[in-house]
């Protein structure tokens, strides 16, 4: 979630979530339901799987994960 504002996420997830929902996620207080999990890496723009699985961190950049 990094440089995204809990707001703009939140308002881009669909179904919607607080961004104080957001904002506990991004600061590991809670994570998300699995329900969740799908909404939030379209928000993201990342494969789910990488929220679910994380791969471990690459020697390249990371912009090399996201998706179009």
């Known amino acids: 979630m990094g440089k ?3 707001q703009e996420i939140a308002e881009s997830m669909e179904p919607k979530r ?3 929902t957001v904002a506990r996620w991004a600061r590991g207080e809670t994570v998300p339901s699995a329900l969740d999990v799908a909404p939030l890496a379209i928000a993201l723009g990342v494969r789910p799987e990488f929220l679910v699985e994380p791969p471990e961190l690459p020697a390249y950049p990371l912009s090399d994960y996201l998706v179009d």
Do not use: G, Y
Request: no cysteine; proline share 17%.
């Open 18 to 20: 607080s961004k104080e």
């Open 4 to 6: 995204r504002p809990a």
